[in-house]
Every structure is written in structure tokens, then in C-alpha cells.
């Protein structure tokens, strides 16, 4: 059975779990020391009050989420606790829900397959998000995993997403070549090529929609960002889609209650999305 | 002094270094396990091998560099170990000489806080790669670091560098746009920006000095990648640089002698470069 999942493209995968779940909702962990319960910041270290917060929010939003998006830069911020801080929150995510490495790399051909190694191999995610800046050899190394996706940047929901994103090539935005370009790279690859489209601009998300029917849509920014369920779910179609919250589900409540607080904001997010 | 020293900008830390040691040679370590001498593989563990590599690297290539660049990818793929062989390369690189965190960070402002505590509070870097594809609140984090540069991808020397960076965006390449538009994000800000500029295309990188005479440069691509120092020198002007090699110097040779061939090798090119 588990030679045969391996063989799974992560479409099928996400299209199972949205069946078997009725969810497509992805809790983005996103662990700020100065956000956590002050309960846990007491009785253990950063890193173990890091550890005890994921912990129990995997635990209490799984049943309501069919992935979840590790946040890399509050990891590293733990220095030596970083990395045995992920290890333990990863074994912690049941193994019927998806990973998402949010680690955004982009480096050249050589290097990239240095950060393929350590994601795929090494902490064994799902998938990985990815900058496309770079070009060609920076994203293909990631495409070679089966069963992967390989999230690119595409249309992001900060302030800065406009910047160069919305800049005019060959009469289309940035955004768009980018990522029809990145999709033509992975036609003839073992994993699969997906995009980041911010939740804050349903214009963009429809009109990538309409031209990559089966992209997988990572969709940041519902939440705290403004973006809303329902408007999302209708810009992004029939596809395949995973709709990011962090910080609206994992802060919901800071008492000792959090965690029960935070799986009624993922109940009620999941409900918002109407599967 | 040391009080004093920190309020030293960048751009002044690199010409007292480059007036003082005749060189803007930057020696990058990206430690490949495949690539490292047998002896050193043969007697420590792979970390370890990577550690007494760089060690030694480090020591003999110092008296003809001015920086060092530490390239994440081949430390992370480490695993466990990643971070400790870090901190010792780091522990062993002259207090003279700058170190870049070859990280190509790029994330929303909220991440990328805490990616600029981590690169350059806790590791204690002076300089960081970024990719600037997220804009604005991606940036400015690092840049409110006094004393700090922070390179932003502007033309990379990778093949898949022509795929997005040569587009054409109101009538001149996306690379130049970029380019323009983050050095405009530094200007009041205490931490310099700066960009990367690959030494396989000296066109742009003359287009760029031409209009940007005081932001430094660092230029990957010298050696194995195919660029010419002499040719880099002309082209990035009177300007600040940073001129990278990493593989021409690092594996000049795989015998008990590599460091002292590679201490030729950076010997050699820092003649090339010709200050």
C-alpha cells in the first residue's frame, strides 16, 4: 500500500482528501513567540513553548484540515532548537494530511537539488513553496520527486505582491508568464508544479484559473490577511486548491484554551469554504 | 572601537578591506560532500568532513579574500549537523574579512523579521542574499540592519537567469527595474542594499554601474561558471563589488594538499582581478 502511494501524483492526493474530509482548508504554522499562550511560555523554554503550541494545534485542527504549511523562517529563528523543533511538530501531523515546506528557495541548479535533498529526503514534506526568480534550473531539481508538488510563487498577498508581480510583459502581468512558464516546465515531470495565489486579489486568481484548469492553487491571506473563504472558492474554480489561514486559526485565543478555540476557527473556516 | 566599528556602513567596511588587502576577492563555500578530498571523508563523519574542509579552506584562502560566502543549501542538507558546522565555519573566518549569508531569503514582512533576527542577530552575519520577487515588506526587515548589506537577486549567471530577468517591463529588462526600484528602498535605511550581478553577462552588469555608481555588486560566476575577472573588473567599474568564486577555488584540487592549492587558486585570481 505504501510503494503504491508513492506513486500518487499529489493531485489525486489532495482530491482524495477533499473528498474524504469535505475540506480543502491548510493551517499555516506560523509559531511568534510573542503570540503564544502565555501558559506555555511559563513552564517551558521558546523552543519547547514552540513545540508544545504546534503540537496541540495539529492535534486539535487535524480532523478539519487536510494540510498543513510549516513556516520555516520561525523555525530557524529558534537556532539550535530549529530543526528538532520541526522534526518533532512534522512526526506530530497525522499521515493522512498533507505538508507544506514554506521555505520560498530559489537558488541555482546545483544548490537547489541541496534543498530538494533536505526536504524531500531528508524531512520527507509533501510539497515546498519556491521563488521563481532564478529560472529554469532553480525549480526543476524539486520537479524530479514523485508524488511532490512544488509550489511557485506566482501572485503573493502582501503589500509588496504588487511591486514587480503586476508589472506589464508581452502585454500580460508579470504573474501570469511566470506562471504559465513554470507549468510548462513540469509537463514531463515526475512531480508537480503549483502556485502561490494570494486570497487578497480574486481578479488574478480567476484569470490563472481560466488558462491552468489543473494547477494546484496554494492560496494564502484568508483570514488576517482579508482575504474570504467563499469569495476564493468561487475565483479558483473546479481546481485543486489548498486555502491557507495561520494566524486567524492558530491565535484565535491565547488562555489555555487555545487550542480548543483554534479548531472552532478551522471548524468554521472549513464550513465558510462550502464543500 | 568595536562601538565604532558598528556603525560602520558596508560600503566603507569593503574599501578599507579592499584598499587594505589589494583584493575584493569573496570565496564562497558550498561544501559538497561528493566533492570533498577522500582523506577528509575517510576520517570524519560526513559533517565533520564538511567542517575540516571549510576549515582549512578558510585559513589558506583568507590572507587574498575579503569574504567569505556561506551557501545554505549544502549546510542544511546536513541535517541535524547543519547548523553546528555553521556556527564553526563561522567561528573560524578572520574578525577582518565579511561574511554573506548566501540564503536567497524572500518572504512576507512578518517571515522575513524573523529570517533577518536569525541571519543577522543570532548568526551574526554581515551580509545576506534576498530575492525580490515578493517586493517591498520582503526587503525592508533586513535593511533597518546598521552596518549590514543586503544583495538582492537583480541578474543571476544560472542558465534560467535569461528566463524572467531579460523580460522586457516599460521599455527596459525586468533585472534593471528591480535593480533600481530596491536600491529606492534603501535610501533612508541604515543597512545598505546591494545586488547580485553575475559575471557571465558584463553587458547588464555595465548597464547597472552605469546608473547605480555606489551600490556594491557581488558577482558570482567567476571561474567555473565561465566569467572572466579582468573583464568583470572593467565592467563593474569604479564601483563597489564583491567578486565571487566558489568551485574554481575550493576544488582546485582533492589531494591531503587542497588547501594549499586552494590558496594558489584564490592567490592566482586575486592577481586577475588586478586592484
Redesign the interface.
Known amino acids: 500500500l505504501l510503494k503504491k502511494l508513492v506513486n500518487v501524483s499529489f493531485n489525486h492526493k489532495l482530491a482524495r482528501l477533499r473528498a474524504d474530509k469535505a475540506s480543502v482548508l491548510c493551517v499555516g504554522l506560523?509559531p511568534?513567540p510573542a503570540k503564544l499562550p502565555a501558559h506555555l511560555l511559563s513552564r517551558f523554554s521558546v523552543s519547547g513553548a514552540v513545540e508544545a503550541f504546534c503540537a496541540e494545534i495539529v492535534e486539535a485542527t487535524a480532523p478539519f484540515a487536510v494540510a498543513f504549511k510549516i513556516?520555516f523562517?520561525?523555525f530557524?529563528?529558534l537556532?539550535?532548537h530549529?530543526?528538532?523543533t520541526m522534526r518533532s511538530v512534522l512526526k506530530g501531523i497525522p499521515k493522512d494530511v498533507l505538508t507544506i515546506a514554506?521555505a520560498?528557495?530559489?537558488?541555482?541548479?546545483?544548490?537547489?537539488r541541496?534543498?530538494a535533498?533536505?526536504v524531500f529526503e531528508?524531512l520527507k514534506f509533501d510539497s515546498i513553496t519556491l521563488?521563481?526568480?532564478?529560472?529554469?534550473?532553480?525549480?526543476t531539481p524539486f520537479l524530479t520527486y514523485s508524488g511532490t508538488c512544488s509550489f511557485i510563487?506566482a501572485r503573493?498577498?502582501?503589500?509588496?505582491?504588487?511591486?514587480?508581480?503586476m508589472?506589464?510583459?508581452?502585454g500580460e502581468p508579470?504573474y501570469k508568464?511566470?506562471a504559465k512558464?513554470v507549468v510548462d516546465w513540469s509537463l514531463d515531470t515526475e512531480g508537480t508544479a503549483g502556485l502561490v495565489v494570494g486570497a487578497t486579489d480574486t481578479d488574478s486568481m480567476a484569470n490563472l484559473r481560466s488558462s491552468l484548469p489543473n494547477t494546484p492553487f496554494l492560496i494564502p491571506g484568508v483570514g488576517s490577511q482579508g482575504g474570504s473563504a467563499k469569495d476564493v472558492m468561487a475565483a479558483s474554480g473546479n481546481g485543486p486548491v489548498l486555502i491557507n489561514s495561520s494566524r486567524a486559526i492558530i491565535y484565535a485565543d491565547a488562555s489555555p484554551d487555545f487550542a480548543a478555540c483554534a479548531a472552532e476557527q478551522a471548524a468554521k473556516t472549513q464550513i465558510e469554504l462550502g464543500i
Chains 1, 2 share one sequence.
Open positions: 506560523d511568534d513556516n523562517a520561525f530557524e529563528a537556532g539550535d530549529g530543526l528538532e514554506d520560498k528557495r530559489g537558488d541555482i541548479g546545483n544548490s537547489a541541496f534543498y535533498s533536505s531528508d521563488s521563481p526568480y532564478m529560472g529554469k534550473d532553480s525549480i510563487l503573493t498577498s502582501n503589500p509588496g505582491g504588487n511591486d514587480f508581480q508589472l506589464e510583459v508581452n508579470l508568464h511566470v512558464t
